[in-house]
């Protein structure tokens, strides 16, 4: 049996974020409006080769009303999901709580109970009937504390529910991340018997589904890094004066080319974690700044000092072939940390990113031609402002409606994480890349760099919470 969840409580609690948090899907609806659930709405997750439902209901509106119908005739307890069961057929009250009906069909057909209730706002006895309506259906139930603005009544909340729900969690529908959403899996797991084996599988194709996430992300960022390094744009012209008179648009052309698969690539990220509807403007998914704003790459991370440390490898590294025992911190630590081209006269000039040539043509007339990129620190540039996006993206609550928010990647703890052989195996390829040599099997030595990102997203998302 596929298990079921009906999202149930107060209107205007955030029950429709919490939908959309355990969809894991941003184009569930979800407003902040009271009432804007006014049907049951049933949502199919598919989680590899497992999956469950949600269902998105109307919130109380008399319960009160309902639980003094209920108690006329005052059934014992082995016949009061009966009794609800007559109020879901009764012709006055599908005409008189619409609501209510919506909200108890679901449940009473077979889903389990979500109570969610708001943190931020006191406790009161007027909850107690729609708790005690809940406890009639006979179905298993958690409750859920959503702090919607504080968690300055989640103690007096928790006391109260305790009472009517054997587990009771405290559940940000808008901060909430994956491991939030796989603890509320594995309790239903042990409070409801029947769904334990479907639920554990749901757990484990969540994690397959964060490596496949994972592995699709540095497919992308492979192509991305092999696309942009390798891009060059020609025009082939009769006379010299017309590829002279050519090049500024051909320039203009090709970096405009390269904005847009940047992107492109970020958009893909995107869809890979189902943020479909992410606010996005050009200048928050460009991370932060111009991709071709070397002055501003300069910002990002390394001064002068270091600038000219790199510089210094490069010219020792004889044809590429750096050292890698030494370039493993200065240099892998500048190159990912922010790509900053563009302030050292030594290397990194802006006019050495896509150099314009004119070359004649053997058999007669000339061609213009931009590109492509040669700049040893280029790759890097590309592949620190994807994590940038990465990071933000893979744990990412699927009901924050916000604007995306970058920051920090904090670099140096990512390449820390790294082994020695894995720093020497992401220059060497990122070097051949910087060439235009082919590298094989590139998304696999992008991986740890990827694993460390998560990692280290975890961790300072625990240090925050404590």
Same mark, same amino acid.
């Given at each position: 049996?596929?298990?079921?969840?009906?999202?149930?409580?107060?209107?205007?609690?955030?029950?429709?974020?919490?939908?959309?948090?355990?969809?894991?899907?941003?184009?569930?609806?979800?407003?902040?409006?009271?009432?804007?659930?006014?049907?049951?709405?049933?949502?199919?997750?598919?989680?590899?080769?497992?999956?469950?439902?949600?269902?998105?209901?109307?919130?109380?509106?008399?319960?009160?009303?309902?639980?003094?119908?209920?108690?006329?005739?005052?059934?014992?307890?082995?016949?009061?999901?009966?009794?609800?069961?007559?109020?879901?057929?009764?012709?006055?009250?599908?005409?008189?709580?619409?609501?209510?009906?919506?909200?108890?069909?679901?449940?009473?057909?077979?889903?389990?109970?979500?109570?969610?209730?708001?943190?931020?706002?006191?406790?009161?006895?007027?909850?107690?009937?729609?708790?005690?309506?809940?406890?009639?259906?006979?179905?298993?139930?958690?409750?859920?504390?959503?702090?919607?603005?504080?968690?300055?009544?989640?103690?007096?909340?928790?006391?109260?529910?305790?009472?009517?729900?054997?587990?009771?969690?405290?559940?940000?529908?808008?901060?909430?991340?994956?491991?939030?959403?796989?603890?509320?899996?594995?309790?239903?797991?042990?409070?409801?018997?029947?769904?334990?084996?479907?639920?554990?599988?749901?757990?484990?194709?969540?994690?397959?589904?964060?490596?496949?996430?994972?592995?699709?992300?540095?497919?992308?960022?492979?192509?991305?890094l092999e696309d942009m390094t390798q891009y060059q744009l020609s025009q082939k012209v009769a006379s010299k004066s017309q590829a002279e008179s050519l090049q500024l648009l051909l320039e203009q052309r090709y970096y405009q080319w390269m904005r847009?698969r940047e992107k492109e690539a970020h958009l893909q990220l995107q869809a890979v974690f189902r943020h479909h509807q992410l606010a996005c403007e050009s200048t928050e998914l460009s991370l932060p700044d111009d991709l071709f704003d070397t002055d501003?790459?300069?910002?990002?991370?390394?001064?002068?000092?270091?600038?000219?440390?790199?510089?210094?490898?490069?010219?020792?590294?004889?044809?590429? #072939?750096?050292?890698?025992?030494?370039?493993? @911190?200065?240099?892998? %630590? +500048?190159? *990912? $940390?922010?790509?900053? &081209?563009?302030?050292?006269?030594?290397?990194?000039?802006?006019?050495?990113?896509?150099?314009?040539?004119?070359?004649?043509?053997?058999?007669?007339?000339?061609?213009?031609?931009?590109?492509?990129?040669?700049?040893?620190?280029?790759?890097?540039?590309?592949?620190?402002?994807?994590?940038?996006?990465?990071?933000?993206? #893979?744990?990412?609550?699927?009901?924050?409606? @916000?604007?995306?928010? %970058? +920051?920090? *990647? $904090?670099?140096?703890? &990512?390449?820390?994480?790294?082994?020695?052989?894995?720093?020497?195996?992401?220059?060497?390829?990122?070097?051949?890349?910087s060439r235009q040599k082919s590298v094989t099997g590139l998304a696999d030595i992008l991986e740890p760099l990827f694993i460390a990102t998560l990692a280290m997203t975890t961790r300072t998302s625990t240090e925050q919470s404590e």
């Amino acid at each position: 049996m596929t298990p079921s969840f009906a999202v149930v409580g107060h209107p205007n609690k955030g029950k429709s974020s919490v939908v959309s948090t355990l969809a894991r899907d941003d184009r569930v609806a979800v407003s902040m409006q009271s009432g804007t659930t006014v049907v049951a709405e049933t949502f199919e997750i598919r989680v590899g080769e497992s999956g469950y439902q949600l269902i998105d209901t109307p919130g109380f509106q008399r319960p009160r009303k309902v639980l003094a119908w209920l108690n006329q005739t005052n059934p014992d307890a082995d016949k009061r999901s009966a009794r609800v069961e007559a109020f879901l057929q009764d012709p006055q009250c599908q005409a008189q709580f619409k609501d209510e009906i919506e909200l108890l069909r679901p449940i009473m057909a077979g889903a389990a109970i979500l109570y969610v209730v708001d943190g931020s706002r006191p406790y009161s006895a007027e909850y107690e009937a729609e708790m005690e309506i809940l406890r009639w259906t006979g179905q298993p139930s958690m409750a859920l504390i959503n702090p919607i603005e504080n968690q300055d009544y989640v103690a007096s909340w928790q006391q109260a529910l305790q009472q009517y729900f054997k587990v009771v969690r405290v559940f940000n529908a808008v901060t909430a991340d994956i491991d939030h959403h796989i603890d509320l899996l594995e309790a239903f797991a042990h409070i409801h018997q029947p769904w334990s084996a479907a639920l554990k599988l749901l757990v484990t194709e969540f994690n397959h589904e964060i490596a496949r996430q994972r592995l699709q992300s540095c497919q992308l960022c492979a192509q991305l890094l092999e696309d942009m390094t390798q891009y060059q744009l020609s025009q082939k012209v009769a006379s010299k004066s017309q590829a002279e008179s050519l090049q500024l648009l051909l320039e203009q052309r090709y970096y405009q080319w390269m904005r847009q698969r940047e992107k492109e690539a970020h958009l893909q990220l995107q869809a890979v974690f189902r943020h479909h509807q992410l606010a996005c403007e050009s200048t928050e998914l460009s991370l932060p700044d111009d991709l071709f704003d070397t002055d501003k790459w300069y910002g990002w991370g390394l001064d002068r000092k270091q600038l000219a440390t790199v510089a210094a490898m490069a010219g020792a590294a004889a044809g590429g #072939a750096l050292d890698m025992m030494v370039a493993g @911190s200065s240099f892998m %630590l +500048g190159a *990912i $940390g922010g790509g900053v &081209l563009g302030s050292s006269a030594a290397w990194f000039g802006a006019n050495s990113l896509a150099a314009s040539k004119i070359k004649g043509i053997p058999m007669g007339g000339y061609e213009a031609r931009q590109g492509p990129i040669s700049n040893r620190n280029f790759p890097y540039v590309l592949l620190g402002r994807l994590l940038f996006t990465y990071r933000a993206l #893979a744990h990412r609550n699927h009901a924050q409606r @916000s604007a995306l928010q %970058l +920051g920090d *990647i $904090g670099v140096s703890q &990512l390449l820390d994480a790294l082994s020695k052989s894995e720093k020497k195996d992401l220059h060497l390829a990122l070097d051949k890349l910087s060439r235009q040599k082919s590298v094989t099997g590139l998304a696999d030595i992008l991986e740890p760099l990827f694993i460390a990102t998560l990692a280290m997203t975890t961790r300072t998302s625990t240090e925050q919470s404590e």
